[in-house]
C-alpha cells in the first residue's frame, strides 16, 4: 500500500461535472445521472459527511474504495438478493474526456423504485442502539436482554429500520410496525428477512478476515414486476460499523475503519455542526484514506 502522504496529494473528485447524461441528484456522497429510461448513471465521489454536514474536503480515493467494496459484496451475496447493477461499463455510457470522473467509482444500475425506508441491521449494541438502549432497555421498540454493555454482541441481529431524511437532516428510528405501515406488511416482512440475511453472510465472512460488522444500512428498490433488489452501495464504511477484532472490547467503542479521525478531529473544533464545516488538515485526511483502504485490503485483498 502506498503511504498515507501519497494518499494525501491523490487527484480527488469532490463532484462531478458530466455533460453527456442529464443530471438527477447530488446526495452526500453519490451523484446521479440518467442513463436513459431504465438506466441510471451513480458515481461515487470521494465527498465525506459528518454529523449530516457535507465537510469542504474530499477524501483521496474514497469512491473508488466504496465501489470496490460494493461490488465485492454484490458478487458474493447475489445468490440472496439480486442487486441493481448491469453488466455496462460506466466509462462507455459518458462523453471520451468525462471518462476520468467515472473510472473506478461508478455503477451503471436498472432504475428501480428506492423504499422509502433505510432497512439497519444490528449484530451489536453501539452507536444510537446503545444511546436508546441504556434509555429504554431495547432498540426500536425490540426488548433486548438487561445488562448489555457498549459494544456487547446481540443474542441474534436485529433489523431496525429508520425513515429516510432529507439532505441535513437526520434518519428517525422506527419500529418494525411503523416500517409496515410505511410499505407494506408483506414486503417489510421480505425487507426484514434479506437484510438479516445479507448482514449474517457478510459478518461471517469479515469474521474470518479479522473484521466485526458491527452494524449496517441496506437500501431495496423494487422493479415494476415487484421484485426486490438491492441497491444503493453496499457494507462499506459509509454505511457500516465495522471494528477490527482485535481491538474489540466489550464496554468501550473500538476504532473503526470510517470517518473516526474526522469525527474525532471536529468534535475538538470550535464548530457548532452546522454548515459550512471545517476544511480538514493533511494528516486527517491522509489516516482517513489509509483506514478506508485497510478495510478493502482486508475484506478482499485488493487494493485500489
Request: net charge neutral; hydrophobic share 40%; glycine share 6%.
Amino acid at each position: 500500500m502506498a503511504n498515507e502522504q501519497t494518499f494525501a496529494t491523490e487527484p480527488t473528485v469532490f463532484e462531478t461535472s458530466l455533460k453527456s447524461l442529464k443530471f438527477l441528484h447530488r446526495g452526500k456522497v453519490r451523484d446521479l445521472y440518467e442513463v436513459d429510461a431504465g438506466r441510471l448513471l451513480i458515481v461515487q465521489t470521494d465527498r465525506l459527511s459528518a454529523f449530516d454536514v457535507i465537510l469542504p474536503t474530499a477524501i483521496p480515493g474514497k469512491g473508488k474504495v466504496l465501489t470496490a467494496l460494493s461490488n465485492f459484496w454484490f458478487e458474493k451475496l447475489g445468490h440472496i438478493l439480486p442487486n441493481h447493477l448491469t453488466a455496462t461499463a460506466p466509462e462507455s455510457v459518458v462523453a471520451p474526456e468525462e471518462r476520468d470522473q467515472v473510472a473506478g467509482r461508478a455503477f451503471v444500475v436498472r432504475r428501480l423504485k428506492a423504499l422509502p425506508i433505510e432497512a439497519i441491521v444490528r449484530g451489536y449494541v453501539a452507536g444510537s442502539g446503545w444511546k436508546e438502549y441504556r434509555t429504554t432497555g431495547a432498540i426500536c421498540g425490540i426488548a433486548l436482554p438487561a445488562g448489555l454493555k457498549e459494544a456487547s454482541k446481540l443474542p441474534r441481529a436485529i433489523f431496525t429500520p429508520s425513515t429516510k431524511a432529507a439532505l441535513g437532516a437526520h434518519d428517525e428510528n422506527i419500529s418494525f410496525e411503523e416500517c409496515a405501515k410505511i410499505i407494506g406488511a408483506d414486503l417489510a416482512a421480505k425487507v426484514k428477512d434479506a437484510a438479516i440475511r445479507l448482514y449474517t453472510e457478510a459478518a461471517d465472512y469479515a469474521a474470518t478476515k479479522g473484521i466485526i460488522i458491527a452494524d449496517t444500512k441496506f437500501e431495496f428498490g423494487l422493479d415494476a414486476a415487484g421484485t426486490l433488489y438491492l441497491i444503493d452501495e453496499a457494507l462499506t464504511p459509509d454505511s457500516s460499523r465495522f471494528w477490527p477484532a482485535d481491538q474489540y472490547q466489550v464496554g468501550m467503542s473500538p476504532p473503526s475503519y470510517d470517518k473516526q479521525f474526522v469525527r474525532d478531529w471536529l468534535e475538538k473544533q470550535p464548530w457548532n455542526k452546522q454548515a459550512p464545516a471545517p476544511a480538514l488538515p493533511d494528516d486527517i485526511l491522509a489516516k482517513t484514506a489509509g483506514k478506508y483502504r485497510e478495510a478493502l485490503l482486508r475484506l478482499t485483498g485488493k487494493t485500489i
